[in-house]
Every structure is written in structure tokens, then in C-alpha cells.
């Protein structure tokens, strides 16, 4: 594989752990401008372990996954008593106030000779866990689509289970599921908990991709985008965000030839399909669809089977 | 259920993670000068780079230079091919053409591959017809980017 | 429990803005009883459910569940307690299948102890047969796969009645459940209802249906401009010049 | 203390040009219960036709307004069509994410046309500001603030007395009614697209006519101050959304002249977040209630 091919699948890979962090939120009907935040503050977290604290890499990850999720926790408490816009707003506002909060964090260590460290606005340069360990890029990417189908497949287990259900059931109607006995308000902060959790572990890649990080890369538009995705894609189901991402990153890589009119092809194209698709390209009733056909095929095993009286057969 | 031996099994495996043992290698760093002039065609940059070793200041040669782009205010979302530089006669310096995608800030990822790798970014802003320095934080915020 | 009372409400009071939906009621169910409730249209019927299962705060009074005050507890929680309900008009979750909405609605109750990690993974197999089995008593087990949103109205009707149940409910609040049910299913509906008492479900029915619940109900308790206006046996409130005068006289006259 | 007061006039005229963002937000928000992101990229496709002008033909301050106005109505109207008339009910977060990929459509187009960083604008006035005692007030602020006031009264009217108002009243209250009433719902919202990108044609002009340039960014930009000063004054509300522009205006001023431009906008998100936390209605709005939760899934 040429680098350039490796670089596309990298970004593929970690811009996807933001887009299923707006997707959790998507799930219990919340909009998030914010997710950035947590991704900013995952990257910037598991940055400074590696780079100045000489931690390894999995455990910068985790701890950038950890205070990603605590965040995402601490702000989710009082806002998540939001609902719709106002949630929305309050989190762009708190993801805005972050970056503005990094572009004013200095916080440098002399290591080997060089002052490493967050520099406010200039960024965070030299984060070179990936040299100083000779891992290649091709490792590196191999390492975040480990994670990823990791992730991936805790989502897919989390869809089947009474979980996701929950958070559905949340997103369709609030008011009913409390009235199904599901405490909403716990419900939702775990949902942002767990999108905080995500957001940090693809901050905590991107950081070591691309080994520097800036505070103007987080801003809304990156929030935004995140957003986008699983609604691209599809609400369905968890690979919806990344179809969404893939659209966006492949698809656009793809028409390279068109450069300079991507953007406008490719905005026309997503509001047509949401013209179409206003839930995404897989969303609940083509997820479900699938999962029938799927049911046909193969028959799944282990369900009890019951007489018209309630007996065993 | 979430038993005894489940949580010692994670406690053990973060235990692993935070404290097995990592070589850092002792090695050189790169510093490097880019200097970046618009070429004819419309967003490619002729770009002249000066690889020193960031201790002794000597001039770095015979590396295989890559240089890539990425845009700070849109992480991840632009993928520009990284080109090989070309090795110039005077020691240390290189030559690459990179061909963008628009005009604004870009980060130059500057890899070095040989004896040992590293990486070196340079953040540069990339006009029609000229190329300096990035904008920075101070300005206005609907002047910025 | 004998003749324990689950449900008391005292000078249970709503108003909305100047509206006085529901304006000092006392009501007392027992255990094991179907109580009907009935009045005419924007009596507070509705308003008193909605009270019961704690969708709005009150302005004054309190509510007794087994004795405890819940008068501010949030719904899930009540819901925890053994108070569910059904809707006037049909809510499902439309996307999802019909055996999800029974699954999360039956964990609630009882397998509320359980540990967190099985419990939010999909709890015991037993549980799960159950699940199964109501289906069946409800004539859905064709159906378990469906969205609920795809589902026939009377289907609907039955899935939100099975849901309330699965939560093993002590008390079920059934809000209109005849409404746009033909002859042959409210029969059905009537016989589901004894049934379930059988089973020690106490029941508060909502109706306009005079003949389900004269047939149906120990009890009746009319209301009239949220206020109580009779309570008493169907034949004594059939007689009563009061009701008839505010309700039956006026309306149906059955 | 001279400071003090500078700051605040400065603020109050800074702050009513915000204002004036948010109140064309305001009447989108209001009409159609979702958000419009490309609320500001509309206006800066305006600013692009005037820096044309500008450039090109050496057009005057009235006639770039007059097309930087009528462009961002135009490109109004092509949002509303394309992202909020075919998906009417339900499906708010579709729109809006609709209208963000249209933002970044009119972003790509306004860099293909233009493609330098910045574009020279004309500014309204050009003599020195007026002093009033030890104070300074810059003409083309006046108008600012004049503008704002003049408009805020000017929608007040439309909506309260004329008939096109009682028609958009009645489609706040209920769309599906207004239509059976014989109201032509679909124009009527159109209308009020055009006029509310209008409306932030005339503040986008007043803003790039004090910076005296344009940039690609504008777009966000205004979205952002739009919609902070929106959600401060209280969301739905007309006079609200010129008092929460003020309120933004002069906190930012003061931030700015105090501890430098990252603090000032850090204090304006501050500011935000505290009210909708503390007091999510806002100055002047109701409290949210289950009614305006706005975009949710369907």
C-alpha cells in the first residue's frame, strides 16, 4: 500500500470514532455540536502522555478515552436537562469554550533538548510516540482499524441488547420510556459518557497520526460533520456513521478528478439524499428489512419456540 | 455478572499497558526551513526545504523525504498525495512540488525516511500568489482560516 | 393483601393555568379490584392517570401507592413500584420490533436487582420465554419480529396492552382501552381484564364503553368537572339522579 | 472610567449588527422551527456580489448594499428549497444537516469564483468619527445601530399589522390550519426565507463594510454570532434577539479591551452557556418546553 492510500484509511478510520460518538447521542434524540470537545480534549489528553509524561500508547489511549468520557459525563449532567436546540446550542457553546480554553493552555516540559508541549494556539507539536517506537504508518493504521472493529463490535453487541434498545426507545419517546420504567436522565448521561469515551479514543489516535495537534482543528466544523455522518449514513444501525464517513473521505477521494467542485457536488448530493432519506441511507426500516432477509437465510438458533397455550414444543 | 476475576483481569490488563516497559530511542531530530513560491500551474507550490539535525545543526542528508498536507482547520478531511522531494546538490536540501487542494492554512508534513524517521510540520498559509505566514489567533474571527 | 387498599388519592388537585382539571378527587382502589372510571369528556379522566403515573406535577394532594406517598416520585420509578399504564391513544415504539417493546418494558420490574451488565445485556432465558409466552396469550406471536409501527390497530392495542403487563404491574391504569375495538374484541378485552385480576393485577379502568365497564368493574367512580361527582356499585350509580343528570341522562343513557 | 463608557458604545454598536443576525435567524427559527445553518454562508454569497460589484465596476456603498442584500435573499430562498420546503415535517435534524451540506456548497462556490483569502469591501462612510465630549462615535456604527432599531420596528409592524404578518402568525401557530384556511403555506415561508436572509444581508453589510473586507469565513462567523445572540436574547423572541445582540456586544467589547481577543470570545461562549443552563429562555423567550424542543428525530 503507497502512503497515500495508508493516509486516506487512517483518517477514515479515526474520523470515524467521532462520527459513532454523535451517532450514541443521535440514538437518544440528542443533537451534539459538541463532540469535538471530547475528541480535542482525548487527542490533547493522550498527547501529553505519551509525549511528555513517557507513557505508552495503549494507556495514553485509554486515558484519553477516560477523561473523554468523564467530560463528556461532567457537562452531560447539566445539560442533558436540555432538550433538542438548546442542548445542541449549550454543547456547541461548551465544545467552542474548550478550544478556546486549549489555544490558552501552556504547558511545556523540557525533554532531550526540546520544549515539548502544548503551545496555546501555535498547538501541540512533536508527539513522536510513532518514531521514537519505529512503529510505520502502515502499523499505526492497522492499530486504529483494530480499534475500530473493537468498537465496532462492542456497538453491534450494544444494538442487540437491552442498551440499545433503551436508547432507541429514548430517542423515539422520551416521555414513554419513562414510563417503561427507564430512568431517562441516567440513560442519557451514560449515552454521552460512552460518545465522550469514543470521541477520546479517536482524539488519542488522530493525535498520534498525525503527531501534532492544533486547537482550531477542533472547531464546529468538525462537530458538525460528525453529526452529519451517522445521519448520511444512516440511523439504523451503527455502521450508518461509518457509510457517512466513507461517503464523505472515500467517496470525495474517489472524484478526485472533479477538485475544485467537490464541495458543491457533494453538498447537493447530501440534501438530495436527505430530501430521499430523511433518517440516512440505513435507517430502522431498511436495517430492519435486512435483518429479516438475514433471519431467512439463516435461521437463528436457540429461540424458544411456544405452543398457542404458552407450552414448549 | 461482573465477578471478582473479571475486574482483576482488566486491573491486571491496564496494569500492563501503563507500566510495560518502552524503548525510546535515542535518536536524531530534524529541524527544517521550507520555503514555499507558487509555481505556474494554479495551487501546485514549488517548496525548497533545508533538513538540519536540530542539535549539532548540521545539514541532514540522504534521507528519503515525503512531503505531505493536511489542513489544521479541517482535521483529517483533506488527503493530499504526499510527493517524494528530490535531493538537491547542496547538502540538506531538498526539492518537491505539492500540488493542493485550496487555498488557506495547510500543515506540511515533512517525513523523513532513512536512518532514522521523523517528522517535521510546518503550518503555512497558501495563497493564489503568495505563501507566508498562518493566521494566527489574534485576528478577527471571520478573518481567520 | 386482603382488602389492603394499593391506590389512594387525597384531594387530588391539577390545574392547568385557570383550568381546573382535576379539583380535589379522593379515590380509593383495593387490592384485587377493578374500579372504573367514568365521565364525560374533559371530566379529568385522563388528567388523573397522568397524575397517578406522574407525567405532571400536582398542585395539591397526594398520592398513595401501598400506602407510600409517591406524590413525588418520577414515572420511572412508580413505574418500578408496580404502576403502569396504557394510552388513549395507542403509544408504541414504532421502530422497534414488537419484542423489543415488551423486553425493556418486563426488565424494568423485576430484574431491576440484577447487576447491571447482564441486566443491560438482555437479561435471563427464563425471562425471555416469558416474553415469548405473553406474546402468545396476546395472539402477537406471529408478529415478534415486526416493528411495532407496522402492526394492524388492533394488534398495536394488544402489544401496548402486553406491555403494560410485562412489567408485572400491581396496578394497571388502562386509559380507553375499547376505544375503535369492535363487538367481538371487547369482549375479548373483558375477559382479559377478569383475567388478569385472577392473576392479582388491580385495575383502574377508564371508559367510555358503558357496557364493558358496567359489565367489567366492581366499583364506578364518575367524575364531572374534576370533581367526584358518585362512586359505588354499577347498579348504584346507574340510579343515581346525580350522574344521570350530569352524564348518563345526557350521553349514551345505557 | 472614559474607558468604560467608550467600551460600552462601542459595544452597543457592535452589538446591534449581531443583533440584527440573530433577528433574521429568529424569523427562520420562528416560522419553521429549525435551524438554518447556512444562515450566514447565504450572507456571505451577498457579500461575494457586492465585493464584485465593488471590485469590478467600482460600484458605490448603496448599490453593493442593494445587491448584497438582494443576493443573500436569493441564496435564501435556494436553501429553503432545497433543504427546508421538501422536508417539511418531522424530520428537523435532516434539515439541518441539509443545510449545513449547502453551507459548505456556498463556501466551495464563493472560494471558486474568488479565490483569494480576502476581498476588498466599500466602506459606508469615510470621514473621521464624530466626538461627543471625550468620546468617539464612528459614523457607520450610528447607522448600524439605527438600522437595527429601525428593523426590529419594521418586523414588529409586519408581523402585528399587515396581512402577510397574520398569515405568518398563523403558520407559527399552526401550519396545517394556515392551510386549510386557504393560506398558501409553502410561499408564505419562502417569503419569509428571502426576508430573513435579507435581513442579514443588511447586517452582513454593515459588518464587512466596517472591516472593509470579505473572507469565505464570514459565513461561519455569522451563523455563530447569530446564533449566540438568538439563543442569549431568548429564542422566538424579536426584541429579544436585538437585546441578547447588545448584550453579546458589549460583553465582548469589554472582554476584548480588558483581556484581548481569545478571552473575548471565550466570554461570549461563557455568557451563553451560563444562560442556558441558569435561565435556558433566554432575556425576553419563554422557557423551553416540550413544544419548541425544535429539531428532534421524528
Known amino acids: 500500500m503507497d502512503d497515500y492510500l495508508i493516509g486516506v484509511l487512517s483518517n477514515i478510520g479515526v474520523i470515524s470514532f467521532i462520527a459513532l460518538s454523535a451517532y450514541v447521542l443521535l440514538l437518544t434524540g440528542e443533537i451534539s455540536f459538541g463532540q469535538q470537545a471530547f475528541f480535542a480534549i482525548g487527542a490533547y489528553a493522550a498527547g501529553i502522555a505519551t509525549a511528555l509524561w513517557g507513557w505508552p500508547l495503549a494507556a495514553a489511549i485509554v486515558w484519553g478515552a477516560a477523561i473523554g468520557a468523564g467530560s463528556a459525563i461532567l457537562v452531560g449532567v447539566p445539560t442533558l436537562r436540555l432538550h433538542g436546540l438548546y442542548f445542541a446550542i449549550a454543547t456547541l457553546a461548551f465544545a467552542e469554550m474548550v478550544r478556546i480554553l486549549f489555544e490558552l493552555l501552556r504547558y511545556q516540559v523540557l525533554i532531550d533538548g526540546e520544549w515539548v508541549g502544548p503551545n496555546g494556539a501555535d498547538g501541540f507539536r512533536n508527539i513522536r510516540y510513532i518514531f521514537e517506537n519505529d512503529i510505520s504508518s502502515l502499523q499505526f493504521m492497522i492499530l486504529i482499524y483494530a480499534v475500530l472493529v473493537a468498537t465496532l463490535s462492542m456497538f453491534l453487541l450494544l444494538e442487540r441488547s437491552r442498551l440499545g434498545v433503551i436508547f432507541r426507545m429514548i430517542g423515539e419517546d422520551e416521555t414513554l420510556a419513562g414510563l417503561q420504567g427507564i430512568s431517562v436522565a441516567r440513560h442519557k448521561v451514560l449515552a454521552a459518557g460512552i460518545g465522550g469515551a469514543l470521541a477520546g479514543i479517536g482524539g488519542g489516535l488522530y493525535a498520534h497520526l498525525t503527531t501534532y495537534i492544533e486547537p482550531r482543528s477542533f472547531d464546529v466544523m468538525l462537530g458538525v460533520h460528525s453529526l452529519a455522518y451517522g445521519l448520511i449514513g444512516g440511523l439504523g444501525t451503527a455502521f450508518g456513521p461509518l457509510l457517512g464517513v466513507l461517503i464523505d473521505i472515500g467517496l470525495l477521494e474517489a472524484i478526485r478528478a472533479l477538485a475544485g467542485y467537490r464541495m458543491i457536488i457533494f453538498g447537493g448530493l447530501v440534501a438530495i439524499l436527505l430530501i430521499i432519506r430523511p433518517r440516512g441511507l440505513l435507517d430502522e426500516k431498511l436495517v430492519h428489512k435486512i435483518g429479516r432477509m438475514w433471519r431467512l437465510i439463516l435461521p437463528r438458533g436457540g429461540r424458544v419456540k411456544l405452543g398457542p397455550s404458552g407450552e414448549k414444543i | 455478572m461482573m465477578t471478582t476475576s473479571w475486574r482483576f483481569a482488566v486491573i491486571m490488563m491496564l496494569a500492563f499497558m501503563l507500566f510495560h516497559p518502552q524503548t525510546v530511542l535515542a535518536q536524531v531530530r530534524a529541524k527544517a526551513e521550507v520555503d514555499c513560491q507558487p509555481a505556474a500551474e494554479k495551487l501546485q507550490y514549488d517548496c525548497i526545504i533545508k533538513l538540519t539535525n536540530s542539535r549539532t545543526n548540521e545539514q541532514l542528508a540522504g534521507f528519503d523525504l515525503m512531503v505531505g498536507a493536511d489542513m489544521p482547520s479541517m482535521p483529517a478531511m483533506h488527503n493530499v498525495r504526499p510527493v517524494k522531494a528530490d535531493e538537491d546538490q547542496e547538502k540538506g536540501t531538498y526539492k518537491a512540488r505539492i500540488v493542493l487542494e485550496m487555498y488557506g492554512d495547510w500543515a506540511l508534513h515533512l517525513d523523513l525516511i532513512g536512518p532514522v524517521r521523523d517528522r517535521v510540520v510546518k503550518v503555512l498559509r497558501f495563497e493564489r500568489d503568495r505563501v507566508g505566514e498562518p493566521t494566527s489567533a489574534q485576528t478577527p474571527a471571520h478573518q481567520r482560516h | 393483601m386482603g382488602n389492603a387498599k394499593v391506590l389512594e388519592l387525597h384531594g387530588l388537585t391539577k390545574h392547568f393555568g385557570g383550568v381546573r382539571a382535576v379539583d380535589g378527587v379522593d379515590l380509593t382502589v383495593a387490592s384485587g379490584e377493578i374500579l372504573g372510571l367514568i365521565g364525560p369528556n374533559g371530566s379529568g379522566k385522563s388528567t388523573i392517570v397522568n397524575l397517578i403515573c406522574g407525567l405532571f406535577p400536582l398542585t395539591a394532594g397526594r398520592v398513595l401507592f401501598g400506602g407510600a406517598d409517591i406524590s413525588e416520585l418520577p414515572p420511572h420509578t412508580r413505574v418500578a413500584l408496580g404502576i403502569t399504564r396504557t394510552f388513549q391513544n395507542i403509544r408504541l415504539f414504532g421502530q422497534l420490533t414488537v419484542w423489543q417493546n415488551l423486553w425493556v418494558a418486563q426488565n424494568s420490574g423485576e430484574q431491576r436487582k440484577q447487576n447491571f451488565l447482564p441486566r443491560w445485556l438482555g437479561g435471563s432465558k427464563g425471562a425471555r420465554a416469558e416474553i415469548d409466552r405473553m406474546l402468545e396469550f396476546f395472539d402477537l406471536g406471529h408478529k415478534r419480529d415486526e416493528l411495532a409501527g407496522n402492526l394492524a390497530f388492533g394488534e398495536q392495542r394488544r402489544l401496548e396492552f402486553a406491555r403494560a403487563l410485562a412489567a408485572r404491574p400491581a396496578l394497571l391504569l388502562l386509559d380507553e382501552p375499547a376505544a375503535g375495538m369492535n363487538a367481538e374484541e371487547i369482549e375479548q378485552l373483558d375477559s382479559r381484564i377478569r383475567k388478569m385480576r385472577q392473576n392479582g393485577v388491580t385495575v383502574l379502568l377508564i371508559e367510555h364503553h358503558m357496557e364493558l365497564v358496567m359489565s367489567v368493574a366492581d366499583r364506578i367512580a364518575v367524575l364531572n368537572f374534576g370533581q367526584k361527582i358518585a362512586e359505588g356499585t354499577a347498579s348504584a350509580v346507574q340510579s343515581n339522579p346525580v350522574v344521570r343528570d350530569a352524564y348518563l341522562g345526557t350521553t349514551t343513557g345505557a | ?298
Not at chain 4, 22 to 29: Q, Y
Not at chain 4, 212 to 239: E, H, R
Open chain 4, 1 to 298: 472610567m472614559i474607558d468604560l463608557v467608550q467600551n460600552t458604545i462601542d459595544g452597543v454598536m457592535i452589538g446591534s449588527s449581531y443583533g440584527l443576525l440573530a433577528l433574521g435567524f429568529t424569523l427562520i427559527f420562528g416560522v419553521m422551527r429549525r435551524l438554518n445553518l447556512s444562515y450566514g454562508p447565504s450572507i456571505m454569497i451577498g457579500g461575494y456580489v457586492g465585493t464584485v460589484l465593488y471590485v469590478q465596476y467600482g460600484a458605490g456603498p448603496l448599490a453593493v448594499a442593494g445587491t448584497m442584500i438582494l443576493g443573500a435573499a436569493i441564496a435564501g430562498i435556494y436553501v429553503e428549497r432545497l433543504c427546508f420546503a421538501p422536508m417539511r415535517m418531522g424530520a428537523g435534524i435532516a434539515s439541518m444537516v441539509s443545510s449545513f451540506a449547502i453551507w459548505m456548497q456556498l463556501e466551495q462556490a464563493a472560494i471558486l469564483v474568488l479565490p483569494r483569502h480576502t476581498y476588498p469591501f466599500p466602506p459606508l462612510t469615510t470621514g473621521a468619527p464624530l466626538e461627543w465630549g471625550p468620546f468617539l462615535l464612528r459614523l457607520d456604527h450610528l447607522i448600524m445601530l439605527g438600522c437595527a432599531l429601525g428593523l426590529t420596528a419594521a418586523i414588529q409592524f409586519a408581523l402585528y399589522r399587515t396581512r402577510f404578518g397574520l398569515a405568518l402568525r398563523a403558520i407559527i401557530g399552526n401550519p396545517v390550519a394556515a392551510h386549510l384556511v386557504g393560506i398558501n403555506v409553502s410561499v408564505a415561508v419562502m417569503l419569509a426565507f428571502a426576508a430573513a436572509s435579507a435581513i442579514g444581508g443588511v447586517a452582513g453589510f454593515l459588518v464587512l463594510s466596517v472591516d472593509q473586507q470579505v473572507t469565505p469565513m464570514f459565513g461561519m462567523w455569522a451563523t455563530l454570532k447569530g446564533l449566540i445572540a438568538m439563543m442569549i436574547g431568548g429564542l422566538g423572541s424579536i426584541p429579544g434577539a436585538i437585546l441578547g445582540g447588545l448584550l453579546l456586544g458589549v460583553v465582548e467589547a469589554h472582554c476584548q479591551w480588558y483581556f484581548g481577543p481569545q478571552i473575548r470570545d471565550l466570554a461570549a461562549y461563557i455568557v451563553l452557556f451560563v444562560f442556558l443552563l441558569v435561565h435556558p429562555g433566554g432575556l425576553l423567550g419563554r422557557a423551553p418546553g416540550s413544544d419548541i424542543a425544535a429539531p428532534r428525530t421524528p
